[in-house]
């Protein structure tokens, strides 16, 4: 069953479309990631599906409810974790997760919670006196209280640092394994890799393309590239296919092939038989991050 | 229910918890009006002022306290709401399923609690002090002048808080018409005969009824215990007058409800720099849009 189900959803602001038309499903239990450039209308999605925002146009159902008009029963099934930092300065770790813990019917440990988000040392400090990246987990920490069986998590993980990244990673793994279903905004690609079931690729307010992270753009089926470093081999040695591929200032041979595995072959056995080892050899598919930088390339600050 | 009578409670205390750690508001609150009454005291002397017929503390105590409530209310509610509100701390909370009347619950609640200290304190400092009387056949009508006045002036709070764009105008902004009312509403001057503008604008405003049906209570010369509309003022020439609160109540009740209704109405959870931001694209675009 879908956990959420948006059709031609559309908020405008004067004559800006902020999001334009968009059409998602993420089905429950699923972890889905939404990408996309500063502006492109993320947020905007994602308050639409929380209820913080009114939609212009478009249809959205979220765990069998319309946000705007769900109140109570919708949010006491949710968990949010907005991209802005919100909490009460003057009020310590522990005291902020156990004033929203009561807040919520069944509401997780709060033991539990403050040592899932790494806050243990913390938890009888004012807020105001956590690094950012801390008063980020907090937000994270609010966000899971009140087990929540749909958690939208906008850009969670901004300002983690890597460890405490990988931590929130496990976190989220975690809530996968519970069942629990999780849209989540990140600019980080390797994010979207590690977490993402399924990946949306936003801009200008229009989904771009969607699929898993392995699959989306066509990742799996393109060209893979060959590379390594010319080292001390003459140039002119070089076999055939790869003389194109040299880059002459950084000695690199770049080759585009659809099977690289034959290649190779020919490769390697033209390598040994002169007793060259080839340096840095590699064999890559376009990354994430490669496919996400050309289905946004011209809409840069969308 | 019973739930959602827990949440307010624990509300209140999670208010209260941030109040007492700011400083400032706490000093404000309950420091502050208690200056006014040992200055007032030192200046004028502790002798009985003719034309009022009680002490000089027996009259600034209880318009005092009355100031003391209305800036724990009005101007403290006001301020702390509406920079809540810019730091996203309302839009959070209106996130989760705690209903929205429970969150302004629990800040009215503490307001009005804040308010209830500082009317205690600057009353058994009087006391203990400044000789000032306790008259127990109004004590009840005192203590219903005290919490719909601090219910009115809450109210007021909120609907400023609605209107303004930003916890910074708050305290100015509450300031500037809590202070200038003050002045006509006896409460750093008894004002003697003065000219009939002055007189019926004092009479416009909430405040001043909220000090005459809180203060009169403390005016052992005064007969009856409140329960009537309106009163006699105390006469130098008799003697004594009459203690009612009903018309006050009336003038602060129709500022009260009128406030909370326009309060509910016009009240935002989001910080206003997007809605501002929105609104100013929405008119140079000529577009009508929500938000
Ligand atoms: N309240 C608002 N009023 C007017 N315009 C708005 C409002 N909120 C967002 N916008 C505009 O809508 C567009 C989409 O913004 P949104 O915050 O959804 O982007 P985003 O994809 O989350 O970007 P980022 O990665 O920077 O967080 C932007 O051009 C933004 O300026
Ligand atoms: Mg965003």
Same mark, same amino acid.
């Given at each position: ?5 948006? &059709?031609?959803?559309?908020k405008?602001?004067?004559e ?5 038309g968009?059409?998602l499903t993420?089905?429950?239990? *699923?972890?889905?990631a ?9 947020t905007?999605?994602?308050e ?5 925002r ?5 249809q @959205? ?6 946000p ?6 919708y949010r006491?099934?949710?968990g949010?974790?907005?991209q802005?930092?919100a909490?009460e300065?003057?009020l310590? @770790? *522990?005291?902020?997760i ?5 807040i919520?019917? &069944?509401? &997780? ?5 403050i ?19 801390q008063?980020?987990r ?20 901004t300002?983690?640092?890597p460890?405490?990244r990988r931590?929130?990673?496990?976190l ?7 069942g ?16 993402a ?6 801009a200008r307010?229009?989904? @771009? ?6 699959s989306?753009?066509?990742?799996h ?15 002119e *040695?070089l ?7 040299l880059?002459?200032?950084?000695e ?7 099977t690289?595995?034959a290649?190779? &072959?020919t ?6 038989d002169?007793g ?6 590699? @064999?890559?598919r376009p990354?994430l ?7 946004t ?6 | 229910?019973g ?22 508001a706490?000093?404000? %609150?309950l ?5 006014? +009454?040992?200055l ?5 002397g ?12 027996q ?10 409530a ?6 403290n509610?006001?301020?702390? %709401?509406?920079?809540a ?10 996130? %989760? ?5 429970i969150y ?18 600057m ?16 004590f009840?009508a005192?203590?219903?002048?005290? +919490?719909?006045?601090a ?5 007021l ?8 764009p930003?916890?910074?105008t ?7 018409t ?14 003697e005969?003065p000219?009939?503008? +002055?007189?019926?604008l004092g ?19 005064l ?7 309106s ?6 020439l008799?003697?004594?007058?009459e203690y009612?609160?009903?018309l006050h109540?009336?003038?602060?009740a ?7 209704? +326009? ?10 720099a ?6 100013r ?5 000529a ?5």
């Open positions: 069953m879908a956990a959420i189900t948006v &059709r031609g959803l559309a405008h602001y004067g800006l479309r902020a999001v334009d968009i059409d993420v089905e429950e239990g *699923e972890v889905f939404l990408l996309g450039p500063n502006g492109a209308g993320k905007t999605s994602v639409i599906m929380e209820g913080h009114i939609r212009t146009r478009g @959205v159902d979220v765990l069998g409810f319309d705007a008009t769900g109140g109570r029963p006491e099934r949710i949010i974790v907005l802005q930092t909490l300065r003057e310590k @770790v *522990e005291e902020a156990h004033t929203y813990a009561a919520y019917p &069944r509401s &997780r440990d709060v033991d539990e919670v040592g899932i988000v790494g806050l243990e040392e913390k938890r009888t400090v004012r807020i105001k006196t956590l690094s950012g990246g008063q980020r907090l937000e994270l920490a609010l966000g899971i209280i009140g087990d929540p069986d749909l958690i939208f998590l906008d850009e969670p993980t300002g983690f640092d460890s405490a931590q929130a990673w496990g989220i793994d975690n809530l996968r394994s519970l629990k279903t999780i849209l989540l905004t990140t600019h980080y690609m390797d994010e979207a890799q590690h977490l079931d399924r990946v949306a690729v936003i307010g229009r989904i @771009v393309e969607e699929g898993t992270p392995h989306i753009g066509g990742r089926e393109g060209e893979a590239t060959v590379r390594f470093s010319l080292g001390n081999t003459d140039p *040695e076999p055939e296919m790869a003389r194109a591929g880059d002459p200032t950084t690199v041979i770049t080759i585009l092939t659809h690289p595995t290649l190779l &072959r490769l390697t056995a033209w390598a040994i002169r060259i080892e080839l340096d840095h050899l590699r @064999v890559e990354s991050e490669d496919v996400y930088l050309r289905l390339k011209d809409s840069e600050d969308g | 229910m739930r959602d009578l827990r949440l307010v409670y624990q509300q209140i205390k999670y208010q209260n918890k941030i109040f007492w750690r700011t400083p400032v706490a000093f404000f %609150t420091i502050f009006p208690l200056m006014f +009454l040992v007032f005291a030192a200046l004028f502790n002798d009985e002022i003719e034309a009022l017929g009680v002490t000089t503390a009259f600034y105590a209880p318009a005092l306290a009355v100031f003391g209305a800036s724990a209310t009005y101007t509610l006001c301020t702390a %709401t509406s920079i509100r810019d730091e996203g701390i309302l839009k959070r909370v209106r996130g %989760t399923p705690l209903p929205p009347w302004i619950a629990g800040r009215v609640g503490s307001a009005i609690w804040m308010a209830t200290l500082a009317v205690t304190l009353m058994s400092v009087g006391i203990a002090f400044y000789g000032v009387e306790i008259v127990g056949r109004t009840v005192a203590v219903v002048s005290f +919490l719909v006045g219910a009115v002036f809450a109210a709070g909120l609907f400023v808080a609605s209107l303004i930003n916890g910074d708050a305290p100015a902004v509450t300031n500037a809590l202070l200038p009312i003050a002045f006509v509403s006896d409460v750093f001057i008894p004002v005969d000219p009939v503008w +002055l007189e019926t009479n416009i405003f909430p405040l001043k009824h909220f000090v005459a049906a809180f203060g009169d209570a403390f005016h052992p010369a007969t009856g215990s409140g329960w009537s509309w009163g006699v003022e105390f006469s130098e008799t003697g004594t007058g009612a609160i009903g109540i009336a003038v602060m129709v500022w009260g409800v009128a406030a909370a209704f +326009l309060a509910t109405r016009y009240f935002k959870w989001e910080p206003q997007d809605r501002r931001a929105g609104r694209r929405r008119k140079t675009q577009q009508t849009s929500d938000s």
